[in-house]
């Protein structure tokens, strides 16, 4: 028996249960302590601004997106250019061409991508790239 070593759960209680009650009973305002003392101390009169000045240009330092995005790392932007707004559909269209496809047995090769940025809509057609103007304008109208 003088090797055997009592664990945690079979250990005998020191103190006697009133004193055990007692102390519970003081500690079961300690939450609400801690939780008054953490509102205290998160009102605007009592957080001093250097400190806070202090923390904020530590972190800037060490943050790497920080460092990346300052004006003196980018070039200066030009005045704001509102661009025109389209009154009549098809007023205003963009155009694209998508070349270098695999031939259809019709001999088309080509993509020609119109949009219109007033509807948003947009027209697909099948062309030749070797079509000339004439054609793309006579396809088009």
Not at 23 to 51: C, S, Y
Request: net charge positive; aromatic share 6%.
């Amino acid at each position: 028996k003088a090797n055997v070593v009592a664990d945690a759960l079979s250990r005998k209680e020191r103190e006697p249960l009133r004193v055990r009650a007692l102390v519970m009973t003081i500690g079961l305002d300690l939450p609400k302590q801690i939780l008054n003392a953490q509102t205290e101390a998160r009102k605007l009169e009592n957080i001093k601004k250097e400190d806070v000045g202090a923390d904020i240009t530590t972190y800037v330092r060490k943050c790497l997106t920080c460092a990346k995005v300052k004006a003196e790392h980018q070039r200066p932007l030009g005045l704001l250019v509102q661009p025109e707004i389209p009154i009549w559909k098809w007023d205003n269209i963009t155009m694209d061409f998508v070349t270098k496809l695999p031939k259809l047995p019709q001999g088309y090769d080509t993509i020609w991508v119109i949009v219109d940025r007033l509807t948003k809509s947009a027209i697909f057609a099948l062309i030749r790239e070797t079509d000339p103007l004439e054609k793309l304008a006579k396809l088009y109208l």
